[in-house]
């Protein structure tokens, strides 16, 4: 019985701490942290921008490309696509990520909000 188990054993042993991986994030929760966002970006397909850009299909979008929208030069020059990853720096701390970026917040720092609000970012695209 035994000799049955050494095998799955011996796998779940050499498995390295930390190796399984991360909880992805939630896009309905997500939406709901969205919620403080809403009072500076909007995320309809089209819509307005306002305090800041309009955020429908930003994720995996050139930053600082939304035709309309004046965003600071230091956003404009960071070279940076909106992956999952970046994104996650930056609502870390955006001042953090992008010095002398235009947006004040002062950013989200629980990591596990950070991965909602991505996933939810991820659905604002055409299906």
């Not at 799955?8 to 050499?14: K, M």
């Not at 809403?38 to 939304?66: D, F, I």
């Not at 629980?110 to 991820?122: G, P």
Request: aromatic letters at 8%.
């Amino acid at each position: 019985m035994f000799s049955r188990l050494l095998p799955a054993l011996a796998l779940i042993a050499a498995a390295p701490l930390g190796a399984q991986s991360a909880p992805a994030g939630d896009p309905v929760k997500g939406s709901r942290q969205f919620l403080q966002c809403k009072a500076c970006h909007t995320v309809t397909e089209k819509g307005a921008h306002t305090v800041g850009p309009n955020l429908w299909g930003v994720a995996g979008a050139k930053a600082g490309s939304k035709p309309g929208f004046t965003y600071s030069q230091a956003l404009t020059k960071a070279g940076i696509t909106w992956t999952p990853q970046q994104l996650d720096a930056f609502l870390a701390r955006p001042n953090g990520k992008v010095p002398g970026t235009k947006m004040v917040y002062a950013g989200l720092p629980s990591a596990q909000a950070r991965k909602d609000v991505i996933a939810y970012l991820a659905t604002l695209k055409k299906r």
